[in-house]
């Protein structure tokens, strides 16, 4: 049998040179560090002079009055622990970690103190956010697909001011199945890089853009209600994107019909799309290579 005093001593070390970081602080709202781990030291980038007796707050990102933080301290108080919490923390270098946290509510020597055992959960975050960016992007161009398209177009109309206008560009590219015909598919989607990075550089940081699909790009803008553009503004752009393309010294004629609708408020998303769709139609039929039309929407 082990004794009591040989059974602390291994504990005291399980606490201490535990890879898993463990916290100890005080219980009130303003929770105070009272001890921690030499993993818990390494998860947050602080040396124990830095922590002790310090509030929990300079590990926390979202302060001590976060909903989520102060129902966690509910859950103490009322049933003494809380299992495998989602909490970001954040390190020295203001570096956010996510984390899952369990956590008790323990009576020692007369006191309560509550004791956190802390999972770094960077890596299985990094693997989601992984999976939901690929769902998101066009693989060919690296743009947002039609996807994040049509949650960027519905995030945009939630957002819209009295003092906004919204302005969706539709472009479609003049002349794309004859270069896959006489080129390959393998010039017509380094085409589409071209045209996708050229559309993307020419835009602000501000605004989306994306590949719908085929040769169909899209642009959201979000412009003030008494500045609206014109259409010698896209006309330019279409140039920009799909001019003086040349591929191991081949011209490759292309073209681009852009239909652009302007938008002080908007019914659905899908009868915004239809509208600055129907115009890029009315551009492809003129038979221009590049050809604008821009026109109001009408709910």
Known sequence: MLSEKVLREALADLFDFSPVPFSISTIEHNSRYVKVNQ????????????????????DLPYGLDDPARLQRMHLLETQGFYDLAEVEMID???????TLISAQRRR????????????DNSARKAFEHSIIEAAFTDSLTGLPNRRAFDDALAKALDRQTPQQSLVLVYID???FKGVNDIYGHAVGDELLRIVAKRLRAAMNARDFVARLGGDEFAAILTVPRDRKPVASRFYELAQGIVGNVDLDGVALPVGAAVGVSVADAVATADSFLNHADSLMYLAKSSGKSIDVRIAPFMS
Request: proline content about 5%.
């Open 39 to 58: 993993a818990y030291l390494s998860l947050v980038g602080r040396s124990w002079p830095q922590l002790e007796g310090q509030s929990l707050s300079i």
């Open 108 to 119: 020692i020597h007369g006191e309560s103190f509550d004791i956190e055992f802390i999972l």
């Open 92 to 98: 020295s270098g203001n570096r956010l970690i996510p």
């Open 173 to 175: 590219l003049n002349g």
